[in-house]
């Protein structure tokens, strides 16, 4: 059974640091593994696809990479800033067409 | 293009009563999944549907819980009765049929709370 992990589960650091969110996950055979962003009270904003056969995607400040062989992802935030705060979730899939196993998340707070 | 679609956004009914929430997935997405997320904790998988049938439904409490998706679009999600326990936001999410990109997009969620 799959089962995912995220290091830390909260973090708190000044505005303009970069900073590291960590996914762990315990079976490698997946598909691809997601990153989703989660402001209270609302839904999930998909971040970044990343394909099994794939080392890292970057979207603007974000960069995440996947290591399939070790299970682990991490996401890459750059220049943090307030707006960032929020609740970052990693997912991961096994097969194509089969739902996601979501990781806890971390609480992530960027302070002015 | 208009993203997942869900409502009521909030919901607070006793306990014992029945709830129905409404989703409605991006056009084109054949997959559709339903999940529970319970405050502090990742979302879990109540149900997924592959166009109008069910693909894996393994962790839905089916004593209390039912979901269908009418015509492989639409989709909604009962809990009759419910139970204080099942004070969560409901997410739904629906992905495209091909491969290789299979991204998934949620909806905003109908927070339900039983009092």
Known sequence: ?112 | EAGVAQSPRYKIIEKRQSVAFWCNPISGHATLYWYQQILGQGPKLLIQFQNNGVVDDSQLPKDRFSAERLKGVDSTLKIQPAKLEDSAVYLCASSGPGRPNTEAFFGQGTRLTVV
Do not use: H, M
């Open chain 1, 1 to 112: 059974k799959q089962e995912v992990t995220q290091i830390p589960a909260a973090l708190s650091v000044p505005e303009g640091e970069n900073l590291v969110l960590n996914c762990s996950f315990t079976d490698s055979a997946i598909y691809n593994l997601q990153w989703f962003r989660q402001d209270p009270g609302k839904g999930l904003t998909s971040l970044l696809l990343i394909q099994s056969s794939q080392r890292e995607q970057t979207s603007g400040r974000l960069n995440a990479s996947l290591d399939k062989s070790s299970g682990r992802s991490t996401l890459y935030i750059a220049a943090s800033q307030p707006g960032d705060s929020a609740t970052y979730l990693c997912a991961v899939r096994r097969n194509y067409g089969q739902n996601f196993v979501f990781g806890p998340g971390t609480r992530l707070s960027v302070l002015p």
